[in-house]
């Protein structure tokens, strides 16, 4: 596991952006599992840059969201309208800004009248992509990955899930409460990729920022692996691992003088 920190959210974002560029230019028609939330905001602003600068090229990129609230979401082959749906936030923040395809695009479908089913069929999706490469995740401020909240099995796959009300707390906060919208209107499941399902993916960057997360991302990368923490599987994944931080998120790490040593001596001898 290589983690890296940083000085600040800018500089988080611009790392794990040139990660993905990296993966991007290397494999062109590289399938990414994407993540929405105010962490990676800053990565695909870097990403846009990348594209609309430097040429980093899409158009052969195929690309997996990790979740979508039930009840929510926009036709891509229609006009966009504003919602606080993910598919919303994925366009808004990236895609309508790069040259992916839209038949390269998959995200929850919110409005699946039969969503069981339709988690089955993504999960046949991602298999018939040849697996995703690289994985981008966030981190909830409980230790989720996606909505896999707490007592989540570590071997679960894409399914159906009730929120706590620490998440839907977060994300009425971050959402719904900015769009005038009553908590009790806003959604109370989801549609997620499994814990299961993200440890398939060859790859995984894993990105946090700010005081506020370092505690949980100190449980999540020193402690034990536990279900009541999902994300902390992190270490159970036998791929190339990308845990990306700011000064402030790595600050209760017991060993973070060590990971910038270890950073240190990788680029000076070119590991």
Same mark, same amino acid.
């Given at each position: 596991?290589?983690?890296?920190?940083?000085?600040?959210?800018?500089?988080?974002?611009?790392?794990?952006?040139?990660?993905?560029?990296?993966?991007?230019?290397?494999?062109?028609?590289?399938?990414?599992?994407?993540?929405?939330?105010?962490?990676?905001?800053?990565?695909?602003?870097?990403?846009?840059? =990348?594209?609309?600068?430097?040429?980093?090229?899409?158009?052969?990129?195929?690309?997996? /969201?990790?979740?979508?609230?039930?009840?929510?979401?926009?036709?891509?082959?229609?006009?966009?309208?504003?919602?606080?749906?993910?598919?919303?936030?994925?366009?808004?923040?990236?895609?309508?800004?790069? /040259?992916?395809?839209?038949?390269?695009?998959?995200?929850?479908?919110?409005?699946?009248?039969?969503?069981?089913?339709?988690?089955?069929?993504?999960?046949?999706?991602?298999?018939?992509?040849?697996?995703?490469?690289?994985?981008?995740?966030?981190?909830?401020?409980?230790?989720?990955?996606?909505?896999?909240?707490?007592?989540?099995?570590?071997?679960?796959?894409?399914?159906?899930?009730?929120?706590?009300?620490?998440?839907?707390?977060?994300?009425?906060?971050?959402?719904?409460?900015?769009?005038?919208?009553?908590?009790?209107? =806003?959604?109370?499941?989801?549609?997620?990729?499994?814990?299961?399902?993200?440890?398939?993916?060859?790859?995984?960057?894993?990105?946090?920022?700010?005081?506020?997360?370092?505690?949980?991302?100190?449980?999540?990368?020193?402690?034990?692996?536990?279900?009541?923490?999902?994300?902390?599987?992190?270490?159970?994944?036998?791929?190339?691992?990308?845990?990306?931080?700011?000064?402030?998120?790595?600050?209760?790490?017991?060993?973070?003088?060590?990971?910038?040593?270890?950073?240190? =001596?990788?680029?000076?001898?070119?590991?």
């Amino acid at each position: 596991m290589n983690i890296i920190i940083r000085e600040n959210y800018e500089q988080m974002s611009k790392y794990a952006a040139e990660i993905i560029a990296g993966y991007v230019k290397s494999k062109p028609n590289c399938v990414l599992g994407l993540a929405t939330g105010s962490t990676p905001i800053g990565t695909y602003q870097e990403l846009v840059r =990348m594209h609309r600068d430097e040429g980093l090229d899409f158009s052969e990129v195929k690309t997996f /969201n990790l979740d979508e609230y039930l009840g929510v979401g926009i036709d891509l082959e229609k006009p966009y309208q504003m919602d606080q749906s993910y598919a919303r936030f994925m366009h808004e923040e990236l895609l309508k800004h790069i /040259n992916i395809k839209r038949e390269n695009i998959h995200i929850p479908d919110g409005h699946s009248k039969d969503p069981r089913n339709f988690c089955q069929w993504y999960e046949e999706e991602i298999k018939k992509a040849g697996g995703i490469d690289l994985q981008l995740l966030g981190l909830g401020g409980d230790g989720h990955w996606g909505f896999n909240e707490p007592g989540s099995s570590l071997g679960s796959r894409t399914q159906v899930v009730a929120l706590t009300a620490q998440t839907l707390d977060d994300n009425y906060e971050a959402f719904y409460k900015k769009a005038n919208i009553k908590r009790d209107q =806003m959604p109370h499941f989801a549609i997620t990729m499994g814990i299961g399902t993200i440890l398939d993916a060859k790859n995984i960057l894993m990105i946090v920022n700010g005081a506020k997360k370092a505690d949980i991302v100190a449980k999540c990368l020193e402690g034990p692996i536990t279900s009541q923490i999902t994300a902390s599987a992190i270490q159970l994944h036998s791929g190339n691992i990308s845990v990306v931080l700011d000064e402030a998120a790595a600050s209760k790490l017991i060993n973070s003088a060590h990971y910038k040593h270890v950073e240190k =001596m990788k680029r000076q001898y070119g590991l």
